[in-house]
Each structure stands twice: as C-alpha cells, then as structure tokens.
C-alpha cells in the first residue's frame, strides 16, 4: 500500500513534462543479483508529482531464507534483522504488485535505476507465488529508467554506471546508498537531471516509452557482448526488457 506523505515543493523544473505526469519510483534490496532465485530484503515505492513526494511505501522484509554475508555488508540487512523488522516476503510481495498495477491503471510511470532488475525479481517471485507473471497479473505501465537512458545518451563517456556515480555526474546530492527509500529520491532526482540535459526523453510517446528503452537497451547489451567476446568473457543470455527471462 502507498501512504500519503506531506511534503514542499522541491524545486523540480516547473512547466514541463516533471509537472505533468506521475512518477513511481520503484527500488529493492535483495538477497543478491539472480533475478530467477534471489528475494527481496526491503523495499520502496515513492510516488512523484510536480517534483514532490506525494506518496510512499517502505518496508523490511523477510525473505523466508538467509540473507547471505556479501548482500548484508551492502545493505545493511541481515537475516536476523530481516526476520525481527520484516513483513513476510508474501504481504511484500503483494503491496508491490498493488503499487505496480495501480500505475497501470492510473496512467503513471514507472521509474527506477536498472529497474529491470527490480521488476524481475518481482516477476520470479509472482510466478512462484501466484503461478503467473506480473503481465498475466496485467502490468503494462510505462518503464523509465535512468541507467538505460544515460548509457544511451552518454554512451561514450568512461567509467562506472552506478546509482552514485550518475549523481556525480548529473550534481545530485546524496545521502545513504543501498536504501531503498533514499535510492528512490536519488534515482528521481538523477532522471530529472537527464532529462533537463536530454529534453528530447520528453519527445518520446508515452505509449512507445517501454518498447524505445527496450530497443536501447538491446543496442547496449549487443555493444557490450561484442566489447565481452572480444574479451574472452561470457554474457548470459535474457530476453526481454524491462522484465527478463533466462
């Protein structure tokens, strides 16, 4: 479920397509990076209008499994915190897919930072709870995500692609990485900025948003497999984007 949540204007361009749509910033930490095995630990959902947050959901949650070492020293969550703070992976699971389907509805974006990570892990665990996807459960709203828009529009500059070094480079300040709730501002605050520097996002027809990432992030992903056999490495194979299957 998505809270209502006072806030003040933030200082977002005004006039603009940020003024005119509906945000969902969207955000899991998880047990690790197999979208098809890994669960969530925590998760949030904020909801931007007019640059402000107007709704937003956050939880712990206990992934019913060990949350190993390497992912807790990331995060923050361990299994015992998981199991002691937690809502049930279940309950976690369905405010999600609420929240998700509800932007359907509603008409509004969903945004996040490599958010088909995210979505996917959340299609994995649909399948194994509910027998079917989030599709099949009737999601289809539009996908933003800064991570595929500046690897496309700065495909050429070096170095990391992380949430924190695209606050870098787009003067987004921040405070803890690796919470979700404070990823979901950053992450906002980020596809703003890219925007602002790229306007021509904004010429995108809403109804074709998922389907134009889609196909950069397929322009990406061959750039990046020929850089890799070049290389002598292995890319594993998924279809799809935002949501991804072996």
């Not at 995060?75 to 369905?94: D, M, Y």
Request: charged residues 25%; contains cysteine; proline residues 4%.
């Amino acid at each position: 479920m998505l809270y209502p949540r006072e806030t003040k204007a933030t200082g977002a361009m005004s006039g603009n397509w940020f003024e005119s749509n509906v945000f969902l910033v969207f955000d899991l930490e998880t047990t690790g990076v197999d979208v098809t095995s890994d669960r969530p630990v925590s998760y949030a959902l904020m909801a931007m209008a007019s640059g402000d947050c107007v709704l937003e959901s956050y939880s712990i949650v206990d992934p019913g499994t060990e949350v190993p070492g390497d992912a807790a020293a990331i995060h923050g969550i361990t299994t015992e915190k998981a199991r002691n703070f937690g809502v049930g992976l279940e309950p976690a699971l369905g405010a999600i897919t609420d929240a998700l389907l509800r932007a359907t509805r509603e008409g509004w974006y969903v945004v996040g930072m490599n958010v088909g990570f995210d979505l996917t892990i959340v299609n994995s665990r649909c399948h194994e709870a509910y027998g079917v996807g989030l599709s099949e459960l009737g999601f289809s709203a539009p996908v933003l995500d800064a991570l595929v828009l500046d690897r496309h529009y700065d495909r050429f500059r070096s170095g990391k692609r992380t949430l924190e070094r695209l606050a870098e480079v787009y003067g987004v300040r921040a405070g803890n990485y690796h919470d979700a709730l404070e990823d979901c501002r950053v992450t906002y605050r980020v596809l703003e900025a890219i925007v602002e520097k790229y306007p021509e996002i904004t010429e995108i027809d809403k109804s074709k948003v998922t389907e134009t990432l889609g196909a950069f992030h397929r322009d990406w992903l061959e750039s990046y497999r020929q850089w890799a056999t070049q290389r002598g490495r292995e890319v594993e194979e998924f279809g799809g984007w935002p949501i991804s299957v072996p």
